[in-house]
T-cell receptor, first 109, second 113 residues
Framework: GQNIDQPTEMTATEGAIVQINCTYQ??????LFWYQQHAGEAPTFLSY????GLEEKGRFSSFLSRSKGYSYLLLKELQMKDSASYLC??????????FGTGTRLTVIP | DTEVTQTPKHLVMGMTNKKSLKCEQH?????MYWYKQKAKKPPELMFV???????INESVPSRFSPECPNSSLLNLHLHALQPEDSALYLC????????????FGSGTQLSVL
């Protein structure tokens, strides 16, 4: 089986930095995805980490520690449009992609 | 073309109706997926097709019947649904099964009355 934990809700101020954590327990771990989903819309791909370390893509960065079963998504220079749910998803070898419950981020002025 | 197109966007159906959801992609992806998402919950996998063959069926009730007519198309046939089946149904595709990022369609919001 697998277990993926994320905070349910977070609030941050426009222009600030926010870190969304994800911890997981699974066998046959292959990699970890982060998706962004605005209300009523499809999830869109943000990042994919397979190896330990930090991957940076513009305002968004994602970190993975395989030994600790831990990842985070870092959002810098927050904008109002960043208000959305952020889904952590674990890929298992030759198998399913399991989504965490998602973190609903609200950016306030 | 980097889109996954789903039709219809909204669907309301009675419990005795038969309807179909359609999904199309022209990215040459060989894996296609159906996910079900209830409000404020994560997507849950229903079916996976890999090279037009059903490779995963996550114990979905038989009132949901998937079909993959060719590598670009994926259908989900619905029959005798229950009100609790009301949800957002998302189609996704990837180059190969779960090995790369999934591209999601915008979904079909289904209401069963």
């Amino acid at each position: 089986g697998q277990n993926i934990d994320q905070p349910t809700e977070m609030t941050a101020t426009e222009g600030a930095i926010v870190q969304i954590n994800c911890t997981y327990q699974t066998s046959g771990f292959n990699g970890l995805f982060w998706y962004q989903q605005h209300a009523g819309e499809a999830p869109t791909f943000l990042s994919y980490n397979v190896l330990d370390g930090l991957e940076e893509k513009g305002r968004f960065s994602s970190f993975l520690s395989r030994s600790k079963g831990y990842s985070y998504l870092l959002l810098k220079e927050l904008q109002m449009k960043d208000s959305a749910s952020y889904l952590c998803a674990v890929s298992r070898e030759g198998n399913n992609l399991f989504f965490g419950t998602g973190t609903r981020l609200t950016v306030i002025p | 073309d980097t889109e996954v197109t789903q039709t219809p966007k909204h669907l309301v159906m009675g419990m005795t109706n038969k309807k179909s959801l359609k999904c199309e992609q022209h990215m040459g992806h060989r894996a296609m997926y159906w996910y079900k998402q209830k409000a404020k919950k994560p997507p849950e996998l229903m079916f996976v097709y890999s090279y037009e063959k059903l490779s995963i069926n996550e114990s979905v009730p038989s009132r949901f019947s998937p079909e993959c007519p060719n590598s670009s198309l994926l259908n989900l046939h619905l029959h005798a649904l229950q009100p609790e089946d009301s949800a957002l149904y998302l189609c996704a595709s990837s180059q190969h099964k779960f090995e790369e990022k999934l591209f999601f369609g915008s979904g079909t919001q289904l209401s069963v009355l």
